[in-house]
C-alpha cells in the first residue's frame, strides 16, 4: 500500500511569455541565471525544483505545524515570490504564482526526479484559471500572510500585494509630491524605483493593442488589483507618465539609471 502524502506548503510560479523568451538570443540564459541565484536555494526549510516555465518551492521537513509556524512557513513563501518579482522587472518579465497547501511528494529516483500530488494539480489548475498577473494564495492560508496584505480577487483566492515599499509612499490624493524626508532617509527610493519601472511595465501592457485583448486584460486585470490598495498613487503616476518626481521631487535619474545593471539591487 503506498504510503500517505504529506501536507507541504507549495508556491507554484509560471513565467509568463516564456515561448516568447526562448526565440530571443540570450533571454532565457539571463531568466535562469537569476531563477539560478534565488534566495530560495539557500533555504535549508525548503526545496525548489525548476522545469520549462515552471518553478516550485515547498518544505521539505513534516512537523505537526502550529500557527506561528504555518505564519513562517507562508511568508517565506511568499519572500521568495517576491525576490524572484524584483530579479525580474529590470526585464520587463513577469509571472503568476500561487500558495496552496495540500499533499506532495518528491522523490530522486535512480535516473529521474519523479514529483506529483494534489498541490501540484491544484496549484497548476488554478493558476491557468486566474486572468491576473502576480501571487494568489488560497483563502484557507491568508491568515498566516504575516506582514503581507492581501485582496479578494475571487471567491478561492486572494491577490498578494509584494511591493512593500508601495505601504510607505501610498497617501491619499493631494499629498504628493511627498516630502523627501518621507523616503531619502529610510532608503525607501532604491525599492521604489523598481516598483514605479514595474508599474509603468503593467501600464504600458494593458494598453498595447499590439497585444491580443485577453493578454491586456491579465495587465489591466492587474493594476486594478493593485488600485485596490495604492489608487492615489497609481493615479498620481498615471496623470505624469510615470514621472517618478511626481511621488516625490528628487533626482531619479541615478538611481533609475542601476536598474538592469551589476549596481542595481536585483540587477
Not at 21 to 34: F, M, N, Q, W
Not at 57 to 63: A, R, T
Not at 113 to 121: E, K, M, Q, W
Not at 204 to 218: A, E, L
Amino acid at each position: 500500500m503506498m504510503a500517505k502524502l504529506r501536507d507541504k506548503y507549495f508556491l507554484y510560479i509560471d513565467i509568463l511569455g516564456f515561448a516568447s523568451l526562448v526565440t530571443r538570443a540570450g533571454r532565457v540564459e539571463d531568466i535562469y541565471a537569476r531563477i539560478d541565484n534565488l534566495n530560495a536555494h539557500q533555504h535549508v526549510s525548503f526545496k525548489t525544483l525548476v522545469f520549462s516555465d515552471t518553478i516550485l518551492v515547498y518544505n521539505v521537513d513534516d512537523l505537526d505545524w502550529d500557527d506561528h509556524d504555518k505564519t513562517a512557513l507562508v511568508t517565506r513563501l511568499c519572500e521568495f515570490a517576491e525576490d524572484l518579482f524584483y530579479r525580474l522587472v529590470s526585464e520587463d518579465v513577469h509571472f503568476r504564482a500561487y500558495i496552496c497547501r495540500g499533499d506532495f511528494r518528491h522523490t530522486r529516483m535512480e535516473n529521474i526526479d519523479a514529483f506529483y500530488g494534489s498541490a501540484l494539480i491544484r496549484a497548476h489548475q488554478r493558476e491557468g484559471e486566474i486572468q491576473c498577473t502576480g501571487l494568489f494564495i488560497e483563502n484557507e492560508l491568508v491568515p498566516y500572510l504575516g506582514w503581507y496584505k492581501s485582496d479578494s480577487y475571487d471567491d478561492r483566492c486572494q491577490f498578494v500585494h509584494l511591493m512593500q515599499t508601495l505601504n510607505n509612499i501610498s497617501y491619499e490624493e493631494g499629498s504628493y509630491p511627498l516630502d523627501w524626508n518621507l523616503i531619502v532617509p529610510t532608503g525607501n527610493e532604491v525599492y521604489a524605483s523598481y516598483d514605479i519601472t514595474y508599474l509603468a511595465n503593467i501600464h504600458r501592457h494593458m494598453n498595447d493593442v499590439r497585444f491580443p485583448p485577453r493578454i491586456r486584460m491579465k495587465y489591466l486585470a492587474t493594476w486594478q488589483m493593485l488600485q485596490k490598495k495604492h489608487r492615489a498613487l497609481l493615479d498620481v503616476l498615471e496623470r505624469s507618465i510615470f514621472d517618478p518626481r511626481a511621488v516625490c521631487d528628487i533626482d531619479w535619474k541615478p538611481i533609475l539609471e542601476k536598474i538592469g545593471t551589476a549596481e542595481g539591487c536585483f540587477g
